[in-house]
């Protein structure tokens, strides 16, 4: 099959500067996730989907400011996929290719290998501006629905929905007793014979970090001053990241009524420490 060029970037630079409510929560840890709420992380993605999408979502240093080429992004979502269901084989989670959800599906990076996998695909993002970016660049017409999803649960699908159901690299911008609910509802849309595999850090491996991200909610002033400090000499994140211990993620699946068939430990950049799981609803493990 030949290659296609992909459609038009949105037109003009995108490089609006970004506010200090989300630069303040850009330090190892994150913010407080007592404090921010879903509305905090969508304001965040909202700004990002707007000013340098691409980036966002695949943050590497050079790339920033728009230096993405589409066509070189978006061929970065191939392999993962492919890799995905070839790791799903080996493991006996074979599933049916009718029905799949990309959870978290910024501009489609992944939504669009998935359609050439599965008949249909639905792409859910809390950001409108990666949906309509999504939305531009799609190329299997309505066999891929992007929907604007900025609620804390996944009622605008039915039980039993889809065969595949796939988060990467966006449960941990969402804060815990967010994404757990999220989580609640993969194993709810999943049908009885569908697996569920998604990303999460469990914990922070580094003193140094640890010890920062107790400062979060015990000596926030303290750490305001440091990170005043820090901002002068580095670039920092301008979105937040969380780990759930992975004892607390896997007890929260078996109350949802899933079965975790496999935990494997996932490639985060250090201090984070983070798995990929493997869910069956309970009974379906094989």
């Known amino acids: ?51 340098d999408p691409l980036w966002a979502i695949l943050s590497a240093p050079e790339k920033q400011y728009n230096q993405w080429k589409l ?5 970065t979502g191939g392999p993962t996929i492919e890799a995905l269901l070839r790791l799903l084989d080996e493991l006996g989670l074979t599933v049916n290719r009718a029905r799949a959800l990309d959870f978290g599906c910024g501009v489609g990076r992944l939504s ?6 599965f008949e249909r695909v639905a792409g859910v993002d809390i950001s409108d501006s990666m949906i309509r970016f999504a939305r531009r660049v799609n190329r299997h017409g309505d066999r891929v629905l992007y ?29 815990p007793r967010i994404s757990l609910r999220y989580i609640a509802e993969f194993v709810r849309v999943v049908k009885p014979d569908g697996v569920v595999v998604f990303q999460l850090p469990s914990h922070i491996e580094s003193p140094r970090a640890r010890l920062r991200h107790s400062m979060e909610t015990r000596a926030p002033g303290l750490l305001r001053l440091y990170r005043t400090v820090r901002r002068r ?4 994140s301008p979105y937040s990241m969380y780990a759930v211990p992975w004892r607390r993620v896997e007890a929260h699946i078996r109350r949802s009524g899933g079965l975790v068939v496999k935990r494997e430990r996932d490639f985060l950049a250090p201090p984070w420490v983070g798995f990929r799981y493997f869910i069956r609803k309970d009974g379906t493990a094989r």
């Open 233 to 236: 000499t580095t670039n920092p």
């Open 1 to 51: 099959m030949e290659a296609r060029a992909w459609s038009k970037e949105p037109d003009g630079p995108l490089q609006a500067p970004l506010p200090d409510a989300i630069i303040r929560d850009g330090e190892v840890g994150g913010a407080d996730p007592r404090s921010e709420s879903l509305a905090d992380v969508q304001a965040t993605w909202e700004h990002l989907g707007a000013a």
């Open 71 to 75: 066509d070189e992004f978006m061929a």
């Open 147 to 175: 929907h604007h999803n900025p609620a804390p649960d996944l009622h605008l699908f039915a039980d039993n929905a889809f065969d595949l159901v796939f988060s990467n690299i966006t449960l941990q911008h969402v804060p």
């Open 112 to 117: 669009q290998p998935l359609a050439e996998q």
